[in-house]
């Protein structure tokens, strides 16, 4: 079913799972006596047309009347989605959603899509844009977390075969270790948060460079390249690349978490450690 707070009670009632040929996305069901579904695109009633738009509500079970009422009374619910055969579709949050190469994209619906291919850990995929001021519009950025990341090349050609012939995207592809993507406390992926730290760990990669630049040793080729352990760098070099980064990048490691009597060096090996010790 679909329902919200603000609803007080569902909107939608399903009788079973049911999707659409050729669209990862499940039926929320029917509306329920008493709720009026609208899709609204560009200022414009969709509803009968099958478009896609912002999904809005009227119904008996509102408290008050809350929000946006200015088209026919209905509640803007911040989602989007589409009717179909008098049943709801929901593809994802309004604020998530975006446009590259002037197509929309459903970063929900592209998700989905990612989560049968073969060692990729169903649920743990993430799409987000990728603003770029050079072409004037944003590419498409997708994660995925994987158990095995010697076959991240496998993946990675499988996600672009998937997502051309789907969505025809080329996006930019990142396979990660479990646990890298970030999801909320209600257990939801937050595309927001993961992309930050997909930005943080670039700006670190760079920044660990400049630094072994300076120390006339070898640059870093990915974010698992070892530091210490690999003896690139020895105990006083971590340190003192530690200040480096907190002054460079105005960021902060955890000290309780290091031990500050006692640094483990283990912890903070690689680009990735240091972005899982960061405050």
Same mark, same amino acid.
């Given at each position: 079913c679909y329902a919200m707070a603000e609803n007080i009670f569902a909107v939608t009632q399903s009788n079973g799972i049911k999707s659409l040929e050729g669209m990862a996305v499940a039926s929320c069901g029917k509306a329920i006596p008493g709720v009026s579904i609208l899709i609204r695109k560009d200022g414009k009633d969709v509803t009968s047309t099958g478009g896609i738009g912002d999904i809005m509500i009227k119904s008996s079970s509102m408290s008050r009347k809350i929000g946006d009422n200015d088209f026919y009374g209905y509640y803007c619910t911040g989602d989007l989605g589409f009717m179909s055969n008098d049943e709801l579709y929901v593809?994802?949050?309004?604020? $998530?959603?975006?446009?590259?190469?002037? =197509?929309?994209?459903?970063?929900? !619906?592209? @998700?989905?899509?990612?989560?049968n291919i073969l060692n990729?850990?169903?649920? /743990?995929?993430?799409?987000? *844009?990728?603003?770029?001021?050079?072409?004037?519009? =944003?590419?498409?950025?997708?994660?995925? @977390?994987? $158990? $095995?990341?010697?076959?991240?090349?496998? !993946?990675?050609?499988?996600?672009?075969?998937?997502?051309? @012939? #789907?969505?025809?995207?080329?996006?930019?592809?990142?396979? @990660?270790?479990? *646990?890298? +993507? !970030?999801?909320?406390?209600?257990?939801?992926?937050? /595309?927001?948060?993961?992309?930050?730290?997909?930005?943080?760990?670039?700006? !670190? #990669? #760079?920044?660990? =460079?400049?630094? +072994?630049?300076?120390?006339?040793?070898?640059? +870093?080729? =990915?974010?698992e390249d070892r530091l210490h352990s690999s003896g690139l760098l020895d105990s006083m070099d971590m340190l003192e690349l530690i200040l480096f980064l907190e002054k460079t990048l105005n960021i902060q490691l955890n000290k309780d978490k290091l031990n500050s009597l006692k640094i483990d060096m283990s912890l903070i090996d690689n680009v990735n450690g240091i972005i899982d010790m960061l405050v």
């Amino acid at each position: 079913c679909y329902a919200m707070a603000e609803n007080i009670f569902a909107v939608t009632q399903s009788n079973g799972i049911k999707s659409l040929e050729g669209m990862a996305v499940a039926s929320c069901g029917k509306a329920i006596p008493g709720v009026s579904i609208l899709i609204r695109k560009d200022g414009k009633d969709v509803t009968s047309t099958g478009g896609i738009g912002d999904i809005m509500i009227k119904s008996s079970s509102m408290s008050r009347k809350i929000g946006d009422n200015d088209f026919y009374g209905y509640y803007c619910t911040g989602d989007l989605g589409f009717m179909s055969n008098d049943e709801l579709y929901v593809v994802g949050r309004d604020k $998530d959603c975006f446009t590259s190469f002037g =197509n929309n994209v459903y970063p929900h !619906i592209v @998700e989905q899509s990612l989560n049968n291919i073969l060692n990729v850990i169903p649920g /743990r995929s993430c799409c987000f *844009n990728i603003p770029s001021q050079d072409i004037g519009t =944003n590419r498409v950025g997708v994660l995925v @977390e994987t $158990d $095995d990341v010697q076959y991240s090349d496998d !993946i990675k050609r499988n996600i672009s075969g998937i997502m051309k @012939e #789907l969505f025809d995207i080329s996006p930019f592809i990142y396979v @990660e270790k479990r *646990n890298f +993507l !970030i999801k909320t406390s209600s257990g939801k992926v937050s /595309r927001s948060a993961t992309k930050d730290k997909i930005d943080t760990r670039d700006r !670190i #990669l #760079l920044c660990v =460079n400049d630094f +072994l630049k300076f120390k006339r040793k070898s640059c +870093l080729t =990915n974010s698992e390249d070892r530091l210490h352990s690999s003896g690139l760098l020895d105990s006083m070099d971590m340190l003192e690349l530690i200040l480096f980064l907190e002054k460079t990048l105005n960021i902060q490691l955890n000290k309780d978490k290091l031990n500050s009597l006692k640094i483990d060096m283990s912890l903070i090996d690689n680009v990735n450690g240091i972005i899982d010790m960061l405050v």
